[in-house]
């Protein structure tokens, strides 16, 4: 027997992974020595859905916003006191040119104190029409979102002593782009990836679902780390609908599209020896079966007539996608939807602000994106009647340097976070706020890199436990919760 192509095979096992990802069922067998079994069950005919109507008393979904890049949370939560802000303000000591005016702060007034003043960077009151009338901030004042402060990823709770000394473990390669994201997205510091614990958690309750011909977890981004599970296969979406295999059409008729649509269906109905060809017919043919069964049920509900626009933009239209599937949630047969949503562009090392007017700039206009995304997405739950069973929670792979390197900044550690929705706990501050000296009891070095005061372990465990995820099953969505305090931050 020939030895196998390495790269041949590596090129199959990708190819399967991707296969996966596209395919709507859930609970798709993972080892090789079930595939077979795999195969018969994608060829299946299950594709049967309940009948449309209101939203279940018990329904849920989560929302993870992901800002790839790194926020520069430091200009999203600004001192906005006297002494605070000439610290903030300072060139040596503070943030110099990327210092926001303070009288362009939108002020805070959060239900509890840490004795210090604080304000929000001003594009947070961006609406959908941009007049600075409405938006996040109006969404904080009016209690629908909580903020939560120096979030990050850790192994163990750590010091500024034992971060010097390396006396605890740290987290696996930290300021790194690509794994940052990966251990924000798994809940796992200091371990290699696996799963995610969006995965980990639509594994668990799954069983809750009535159906199950479109997956629980839906992207609207391309595949993630988050929603990697060991059963439930994410599914991905654009934000036209469903994907559709192009040139398909209806395999009856005499057309040439009718022709190839059904040579193309008898050949991956055909029966076959070989393990992969059967795999495959049955995925691909079980994929195309789930793109045409929801763009059917997203037809249904395509002029859901919304009280705010969306704004046209990446964002924008990912969020109204996902007001849509939660609209088909009923029809779906589905009790918990865990969705992914991202937006890129957070990496600033330069021309972060205007130089001059520095509210305004690349960051500015990625904030108020966000927040009339968000905004939009909110008030489409609220028209829905289900905002207080739709969560949104912000994540992203790491805050920003506190110093300047010019006209951006570089990759730091904590950063802040916002979380929206009917159930939140909002118009407050969660965590603690760091002590904003550089080379101070916070910092883990010189530059105002922030340790985390609250681990991404405990941010998501108050998320899983919102999502109906028992005390005794938190270990298994996320295993290093207890190694730190809190299994619950109680912003929900």
């Not at 993870?64 to 890049?69: A, D, E, R, V």
């Amino acid at each position: 027997m020939n030895p196998k192509n390495p790269s041949e095979d590596l090129s199959r096992r990708k190819f399967i992974g991707s296969c996966c990802a596209a395919v709507g069922s859930t609970g798709m067998l993972s080892t090789l020595a079930q595939l077979r079994l795999t195969g018969a069950i994608a060829s299946a005919d299950t594709k049967t859905v309940t009948a449309s109507g209101a939203t279940a008393p018990d329904y849920k979904a989560l929302v993870c916003l992901f800002l790839s890049g790194g926020n520069d949370a430091n200009n999203f939560i600004i001192p906005n006191d006297t002494t605070g802000y000439a610290n903030y303000s300072s060139v040596t000591g503070g943030r110099g040119a990327l210092a926001l005016p303070q009288s362009a702060l939108l002020g805070l007034n959060p239900k509890t104190s840490d004795g210090r003043a604080w304000g929000l960077h001003p594009s947070l009151n961006a609406d959908v029409a941009g007049t600075n009338t409405t938006g996040l901030k109006s969404l904080f004042d009016s209690g629908k979102m909580a903020l939560l402060a120096n979030v990050g990823s850790l192994a163990v709770p750590t010091t500024k002593a034992q971060y010097s000394a390396r006396s605890v473990p740290l987290p696996l390669s930290l300021f790194s782009h690509n794994d940052q994201q990966v251990e924000w997205q798994a809940s796992i510091a200091d371990k290699g990836f696996s799963t995610g614990w969006g995965g980990r958690m639509a594994d668990l309750t799954d069983t809750l679902n009535k159906n199950n011909s479109i997956s629980m977890s839906i992207t609207l981004n391309g595949q993630n780390s988050f929603q990697v599970g060991r059963n439930v296969a994410q599914y991905s979406v654009s934000t036209n609908g469903a994907i559709a295999l192009s040139g398909s059409a209806t395999p009856t008729g005499t057309s040439f599209q009718s022709i190839r649509t059904k040579a193309q269906n008898d050949l991956l109905a055909a029966q076959n020896n070989n393990l992969f060809e059967t795999a495959f017919g049955g995925l691909t043919a079980n994929a195309i079966a789930d793109s045409a069964l929801l763009a059917n049920v997203l037809a249904a509900n395509a002029t859901l007539p919304f009280t705010t626009a969306f704004p046209n933009t990446s964002l924008g239209q990912q969020l109204k996608t996902i007001a849509r599937l939660i609209a088909a949630g009923p029809t779906l047969g589905l009790n918990r939807q865990i969705f992914f949503a991202r937006v890129g562009g957070w990496d600033l090392h330069d021309q972060q602000v205007t130089a001059g007017a520095t509210a305004t700039g690349t960051h500015a206009n990625l904030i108020a994106d966000v927040s009339r995304s968000l905004a939009a997405f909110y008030d489409a739950t609220a028209y829905m009647g289900v905002a207080n069973q739709v969560t949104t929670f912000t994540a992203s792979d790491f805050g920003r340097t506190y110093n300047t390197n010019g006209d951006g900044s570089d990759h730091g550690w904590g950063s802040h976070h916002m979380i929206v929705g009917g159930a939140v706990k909002g118009g407050d501050i969660y965590g603690a706020m760091p002590n904003l000296t550089r080379s101070g009891p916070d910092d883990s070095g010189t530059r105002g890199n922030w340790i985390p005061t609250t681990s991404v372990d405990e941010y998501s465990a108050t998320l899983a436990s919102w999502f109906g995820v028992s005390a005794t099953n938190l270990p298994v969505i996320l295993p290093n919760i207890g190694r730190f305090a809190r299994a619950n931050v109680a912003f929900l």
